[in-house]
């Protein structure tokens, strides 16, 4: 394996990890907007105390992802950045404009009162941010940013505005839907009649992701057949891995085995993930631009994996640490 395909891969892994832990973090936003029943205010506290103490370090691995990118592969960096300029702005809006909501709700209360209009804000955002990451990655997934010889050809809305990438971007968001109503079944193990609220909002979400994701390939079949020859190729292991899991995903949800299913779930987005990422390869934003083409000189690959093994040695025990004491089971409040 050359550098360049190990720091695409690394890179690769700190988007799974953005994608299960800020992805549950965009659904939690999408539940706490949609709360509703008698136990509405219940559900939106513990949508807060799950997403509280870590919600914030999740986003390190967008920026891990985006300085690796920018150094490691500028070229692609740029292109990317000029191509999807509008969808990643709005997401980024939505990502900061979540952040901010979520933060004054939390601590702003007893000096302004009311802020519901904030909570609107946390969950409106929470599905801008999603819906546009996934329709900037349908654009890269279908073929549809052209670099012939070099050039980026200009057209801003191409690729992340069609039917497919919308249906993408639905999905996305619904898979963070799923992701975040199967964590709190988990985190919800002690209040039971929470707890099937959350089971129930996992189940509806199970089946619109799983909907949206038959629509995406049939859509696809039409705008981009190009991912799937990928999906169906090289990406084909995982591809069916995911289409076998999502039954047992969804039985363990149905059964109210939510440690189970939070596994199935994660298992289900990573497979997606990586069938997207194998079926997809050398290409780094196919079909004009390879891993190889769009490589930083060999001493600045060298420099960034020695600098993110040395990185990672230090920031993995401190999340550990973090979800340690924040997310672990207080002996106490069982007894």
């Not at 370090?57 to 985006?66: E, S």
């Not at 804000?121 to 801008?128: D, H, N, W």
């Not at 909002?201 to 038959?214: I, K, N, P």
């Amino acid at each position: 394996m050359t550098a360049a395909e190990a720091i695409a891969a690394i890179l690769w892994l700190a988007l799974s990890a953005y994608t299960v832990l800020a992805g549950a973090d965009f659904g939690g936003g999408l539940w706490d907007l949609l709360a509703a029943g008698p136990r509405a205010s219940e559900q939106r506290e513990a949508i807060a105390e799950a997403m509280g103490p870590v919600w914030e370090a999740n986003h390190v691995w967008l920026i891990f992802m985006i300085v690796g990118l920018f150094t490691a592969f500028p070229s692609a960096f740029a292109i990317l950045g000029v191509a999807l300029y509008l969808p990643f702005t709005l997401a980024m809006t939505g990502i900061v404009l979540r952040g901010a909501a979520f933060a004054f709700r939390a601590h702003g209360q007893e000096a302004a009162g009311s802020l519901a209009p904030w909570g609107a804000v946390f969950g409106s955002a929470s599905v801008i941010a999603p819906f546009f990451l996934g329709t900037a990655a349908a654009a890269v997934a279908s073929g549809s940013i052209r670099v012939p010889g070099g050039r980026l050809e200009p057209a801003f809305t191409a690729g992340w505005t069609t039917p497919f990438a919308v249906v993408v971007g639905l999905f996305a968001v619904a898979m963070c839907g799923y992701l975040a109503a199967t964590y709190l079944t988990v985190e919800t193990e002690d209040r039971p009649e929470l707890q099937a609220d959350f089971r129930r909002r996992a189940m509806a979400a199970a089946v619109v992701a799983g909907g949206l994701g038959l629509l995406a390939l049939l859509v696809a079949w039409v705008q981009a057949p190009r991912l799937l020859e990928s999906l169906t190729g090289r990406g084909l292991p995982f591809f069916v891995l995911a289409l076998l899991n999502g039954p047992l995903a969804l039985w363990a949800v149905w059964r109210a085995r939510p440690r189970i299913a939070r596994v199935a779930v994660i298992a289900q987005v990573l497979f997606v993930l990586w069938a997207w990422a194998v079926g997809q390869w050398p290409y780094l934003v196919p079909p004009d631009i390879t891993l190889a083409a769009a490589a930083a000189p060999a001493a600045t690959l060298d420099a960034l994996l020695v600098v993110t093994g040395v990185g990672m040695a230090l920031l993995l025990p401190s999340l550990w640490l973090l979800f340690r004491v924040f997310k672990a089971r207080n002996p106490a409040a069982s007894a």
